[in-house]
């Protein structure tokens, strides 16, 4: 079966997050009333895989292996199955 | 082993470009460099038939995931077995800047336990954000017990070109105290950026130019022998790629950056 | 009637009814396929098909609007001009590489031919030089426009089998602090455009591999309907090894990324000017940049070129396949046949007209005798990089296009490379509407030098410079940012092999504001400019590019400005014995908000024998004297002063080309025997921000006396003295052990010591009546000139 997943790379709190800083500021700068910037990526990623867990099992492992380096990256995905 | 038997291999892949003037500088110090692709040391070369492993500097994979992530767990994929082996027997590895970030994403630095299976420290966005080309001064810490720094340095203060855009030094924060206190008692910390009269960056731009963590610049495994470094050791390797060679009737032989690639040499000499 | 019927084929191919197509309809069809013909042109393909007695494909009408294009044909710079005076066959070959053939010097190795000029660097190797503009995708993207001017431009070098080594790159934007209320639709604030494209420049160089070395950047209101990029890169290859001897049967080819629909009619876009609706028009002309796939493009070729395995090559730029084909074709007199369906796609949907014209970047097309073939799929392989063959190179002199095996164009090349001559008329009012400004002369003159050393066009750019690599490969010796206090060098030298102390030098020249006045005197002093920038780090014998950014020249007055610069152009050439070696001109930079000032930029390239003896700005030694060579004018018409006090007045800085040639002479010689300590131009600005810059670049400072300053008669003012724009001018720090020697190499041309370096880190002018009228901390002026552009990005 085919499932796709949304998986999302931030910083995790705490971690000084330069470019969104810069990004609010200049935000505010063009006079946008701006509290906060957050700066994340997100992969889409299709996949094959014989059920729904087993696609997280997956995803799961592709975070740790690649997506995400523990010391600074917090990761937050949804798997579902693409009809 | 004689210096002219030494063999350096410069590794690279798609995306790598500072191989050509890394590998002058090993051979300008008289040492034996071939620039090797990485498919062929997964394919027809072997890495145990190099004394010296250097990642150059470059954006490998064009950095994306994060600067040397997709290299980082491709090298350990392919060549891992082999690559302990080359730490096990305490032959060398470098990291320059983009070779750097691929050691710390490869779980080869700064090896608090030995060679882990995720990254143990991270280089992250430069602060101020941005890509950043230029001459910084850095102090030799801890350098005596690093292969690539254990000559007796005739300064402590050497002066070296950056230019990146990731390459602060951070550790987790919830472990960062305690792992920055090993670091020390390890005398992993080799390299941190500095003023030009010696005196700590303090996380001061421009003397620290990416906000890194106690002004890390460079930092070895507790071995000592794989060494990894922002600065481009490279580009100030012969006087006259200096900034400031004009101020003088002609420039200096050579530049500060030599100093690492005499002292692997020297390592490699009396050790082997 | 309908002029378009699909043919009996199972995929898109089109028929065009030209043959029994009356005025209109051509009219009609050129606009329906964007293909941007004009009516004589359309009945010069209606004249050919009906010879061929068959109506054309939309392959065959698209390839021939590629080919024809003004961004691929140039038609006006080859075009007829009528003038009151009389007609000009062909302004390129009338001015600009007429300098070069009458010059003939031996240096030159390829000129005006190839993808790049190409001149002699020493026994073994050398110099390939091009530059190129890519402002409208720019405008339309920034940092994708921008990013893919810089691949395109590194792939004219890869042209002719060059390595690059060092990228180049000039400016031109509105007002940062522009008002955003004013901004017509569809055009982007400079500030966006400025960030985008400073990314874009930043991201390909730097992932290249490749160090940015040299650049300027201009701030003009004109500039913000039309913003100005002009890519340039320099290359290195044994002269040996340079292959353009493809011949039938010699395979063709394609290697590096796949074709997608980005970049479709990319040339037509570049030939029209900028609208409203140009962003949705031409969403497809944007093109995506990958210079990763770039960078492993470029080891493959370095390797086959090494290898000696090809016969020709040349880059996949505006116009894509088509035009690249056709002109390779062309320029071995053969034909070439091809099959569509071989190249390799990013997505499945385009019609063959499509893949035969997409500018999808990182491309190129090589050629290949059959027996390398294999060795060269190989080394393409080994990189990383897709290579495909997609036909072979013909005795017919007709490029045939098939798709599925069905033929879907064929043209004779003959016809394609001659199409008609484009009459256009221009006219230019030399009655200057310019009157000199009347001025009065402040009293504080400090506070004018202090604001004209962070105005923009002025302060330093190393905020941005610092976000380009020009360090990599480790081969630059005099770099953009000088030393410590990142002072701003006239020029780069590189030291491009490990063996050799010679040297490459890379400078620019460009004045718009000259260019408001009039573009003769213009071009003369970017000319004057940049040769001067590269003489004053140790630079000569000196090749020139020239990139001409105008509006319309549909419009009589600008091509009656063109052609002024143009005139200029080949005096200037000839007179310091410069030679032309490449140019690119981008026409039709029009938008709402109306015409481009006209702007020339001329880069210079220079070499010199030992890098050792390179020579930077920064004052070196307290007790030294600081000379000023060459003569000041009251010149300031377009000046910086004059900006900053809101005129703009006619007398402009002329060039006195024996004079100047002279001039360039004697810094050479004296750069050559020992006798210059630091020197630095007088340009932007003039003599106090000259000698401002060479005092907050070092650790010193200087004591200066105008009233020794060599000058015209007519020039009795410490204001125009401190800021007039004379060409040819120099500051040169020289020992005072040294400066008998130093004076005798000066001879006649005018020179006088008239400062002297000090420990105090302080800049003191004194004024034509002795009074001081500057006296400033070197960390005062450092701070004004730092502050400028500091948050600019």
Not at chain 1, 43 to 58: E, Q, R, V
Not at chain 2, 133 to 153: G, I, P, Q
Request: with cysteine; glycine share 8%; charged share 25%.
């Amino acid at each position: 079966m085919l499932y796709e997943a949304r998986v999302e790379v931030g910083l995790k709190p705490g971690h000084s997050d330069p470019e969104g800083e810069t990004t609010a500021h200049s935000l505010k700068e063009l006079t946008y009333p701006i509290k906060e910037v957050k700066v994340s990526k997100t992969y889409t990623i299709t996949l094959k895989a014989d059920s729904h867990n087993a696609a997280t099992i997956i995803i799961e492992e592709i975070c740790k292996r690649m997506l995400a380096n523990p010391t600074k990256d917090s990761v937050n995905f949804k798997v579902a199955e693409v009809k | 082993m004689r210096r002219e038997e030494i063999n350096v291999a410069v590794i690279r892949v798609g995306g790598t470009n500072c191989d050509l003037e890394t590998k002058r500088a090993f051979e300008d110090s008289n040492m034996k460099a071939e620039i090797v692709h990485f498919n062929q040391l997964c394919r027809e070369k072997d890495l145990l038939d190099y004394d010296i492993l250097v990642i150059p500097g470059g954006f490998s994979h064009g950095d994306y995931v994060r600067a040397g992530a997709i290299w980082a767990k491709r090298l350990m994929a392919r060549l891992g077995k082999k690559i302990r082996q080359f730490v096990d027997e305490d032959r060398p590895i470098l990291g320059i800047c983009n070779g750097f970030q691929v050691l710390v994403e490869a779980g080869l630095l700064p090896q608090f336990e030995g060679i882990s299976s995720f990254p143990e420290a991270a280089l992250g966005t430069n602060i101020p954000t941005g890509y950043n080309c230029r001459w910084v001064y850095l102090k030799l810490e801890d350098h005596s017990h690093c292969a690539f720094t254990r000559k007796t340095a005739s300064k402590r203060v050497l002066k070296i070109p950056v230019a990146h855009a990731e390459g602060r030094f951070i550790l987790a924060r919830e472990k960062k105290r305690k792992q920055l206190e090993k670091l020390m008692e390890n005398h992993q910390i080799v390299l941190r950026y500095c003023h030009s009269n010696g005196e700590t960056a303090n996380d001061e731009y421009p003397s620290n130019p990416n906000g890194s963590l106690y002004d890390i610049a460079g930092i070895s495994n507790p071995t000592g022998t794989t060494f990894g470094l922002m600065p481009h050791p490279e580009r100030a390797y012969f006087g006259w790629q200096l900034p400031d060679w004009t101020r003088n009737d002609g420039p200096p032989t050579f530049g500060d950056g030599r100093f690492i690639f005499e002292s692997v040499a020297e390592y490699l000499t009396k050790k082997f | 009637m309908t002029l378009y019927i699909q043919r009996d084929a199972p995929f898109q191919i089109c028929e065009i009814k030209i043959i029994e197509a009356n005025n209109k309809q051509l009219l009609r069809i050129s606009q329906e396929l964007g293909i941007g013909l004009s009516l004589e042109e359309m009945k010069t393909v209606r004249k050919y098909f009906t010879k061929k007695d068959r109506n054309p494909t939309d392959v065959e009408l698209q390839t021939i609007g590629q080919t024809w294009s003004e961004h691929c044909f140039h038609k006006t710079f080859k075009g007829t001009i009528l003038t009151p005076k009389g007609e000009i066959k062909n302004l390129l070959k009338t001015f600009i590489t007429k300098a070069t053939s009458e010059l003939n010097p031996s240096w030159c190795i390829s000129v005006f031919e190839d993808n790049a000029g190409i001149v002699d660097f020493n026994n073994e190797y050398a110099i390939a030089a091009k530059v190129e503009t890519h402002n409208h995708p720019s405008a339309i993207e920034p940092f994708g426009g921008a990013a893919t001017g810089v691949g395109g431009v590194i792939r004219d070098i890869l042209g002719v089998w060059a390595d690059p080594i060092a990228c180049t790159d000039v400016l031109g934007f509105g007002p940062l602090d522009y008002n955003h209320n004013k901004l017509p639709l569809g055009t982007k604030h400079p500030r966006y455009l400025f960030r985008g494209i400073i990314a874009g420049i930043g991201c390909y160089g730097n992932n290249m591999g490749i160090p940015t070395v040299n650049g300027a950047i201009f701030f003009d209101e004109s500039y913000v309907g039309n913003v100005v990029v002009y890519c340039g890169c320099l290359g290195l290859l044994p002269k040996s090894k340079y292959a353009k001897n493809a011949k039938a049967g010699d395979v063709i080819l394609l290697v590096g990324g796949k074709t997608g629909r980005d970049g479709i009619h990319g040339v037509t876009f570049a030939s029209t000017g900028l609208t409203d609706k140009s962003e949705e028009l031409s969403r497809s002309a944007v093109q995506i940049a990958n210079p990763i796939e770039e960078e492993k493009l470029k080891r493959a070729i370095i390797k086959v070129r090494d290898h000696n395995l090809g016969s020709a090559i040349t880059d996949l730029g505006g116009g894509g396949l088509s035009s690249a084909l056709g002109e390779m074709a062309h320029r071995f007199n053969c034909g070439a046949s091809i099959e569509l369906n071989q190249v390799p796609l990013k997505h499945e949907g385009l019609s063959p007209w499509e893949i035969y014209i997409s500018e999808s970047q990182e491309r190129m097309l090589l050629f290949i005798p059959k027996e390398n073939l294999e060795k060269v799929l190989e080394i393409f392989h080994h990189e990383d990089v897709e290579a495909t063959p997609i036909g072979e190179l013909t005795d017919d002199k007709v490029v045939k296009i098939h798709y599925n095996n069905v033929e879907v164009a064929a043209l004779d090349t003959d016809f394609l490379f001659a199409p008609p001559t484009v009459k256009r008329y221009a006219k230019w009012n030399d009655d200057l509407a310019f009157k000199e400004p009347i001025l009065d002369e402040p009293d504080k003159l400090e506070s004018y030098l202090l604001s004209l050393l962070s105005s923009e066009n002025i302060a330093s750019r190393e905020s941005i410079v610092r976000t380009y690599d020009y360090e990599v490969k480790g081969n630059t010796v005099i770099k953009p940012l000088h030393g410590e206090f990142g002072g701003p060098n006239d020029a780069a030298v590189l030291k491009p092999l490990t063996n050799s102390w010679k040297g490459i030098v890379v400078s620019s020249g460009m004045n718009p504001r000259y260019g408001k006045i009039d573009p003769y005197w213009m071009a003369a002093s970017a000319i004057d400019e940049a040769i001067r920038n590269n003489a004053a780090v140790g630079g000569r014998r000196i090749a020139l590019l020239d990139n001409f950014v105008w509006g319309s020249p549909e419009k009589p007055s600008m091509l009656g400005s063109l052609l002024r610069a143009c005139e200029a152009c080949y005096e200037y050439a000839k007179g310091f014995r410069t030679p032309f070696i490449s140019g690119k001109d981008s026409l039709y930079n029009e938008s709402s908000m109306g015409s481009v000032t006209p702007t020339l930029l001329i880069t210079a390239v220079g070499i010199m024998p030992d890098v050792r003896k390179a020579v930077s700005l920064d004052l070196k030694s307290p007790g030294d004297l600081l000379f000023v060579v060459g003569q000041t004018f009251p010149e300031l018409g377009g000046s910086e002063y004059y900006r900053l006090r809101d005129v703009l007045g006619r007398s402009i800085p002329k060039v006195q080309v024996i004079q100047a040639r002279t001039t360039m002479e004697v810094i050479t010689r004296a750069i050559d025997s020992g006798l210059v300590r630091a020197c630095h131009d007088i340009s932007d600005g003039g003599l106090a921000v000259a000698v401002s810059e060479m005092a907050l670049s070092s650790d010193y400072g200087l004591d200066l006396r105008l009233r020794n300053v060599p000058r015209a008669d007519s020039i009795d003012r410490d204001d125009f003295v401190l800021f007039s724009e004379s060409n040819s001018r120099f500051l040169v720090e020289v020992p005072k052990a040294k400066a008998k020697d130093f004076e005798s190499t000066a001879g006649s041309v005018p020179h006088a010591a008239v400062g002297e370096v000090i420990e105090s880190p302080r800049l003191r002018i004194y004024g034509l009546e002795n009074k001081k009228v500057v006296d400033a901390s070197t960390v005062e002026l450092l701070t004004a000139w730092k502050r400028g552009l500091e948050d600019a990005l």
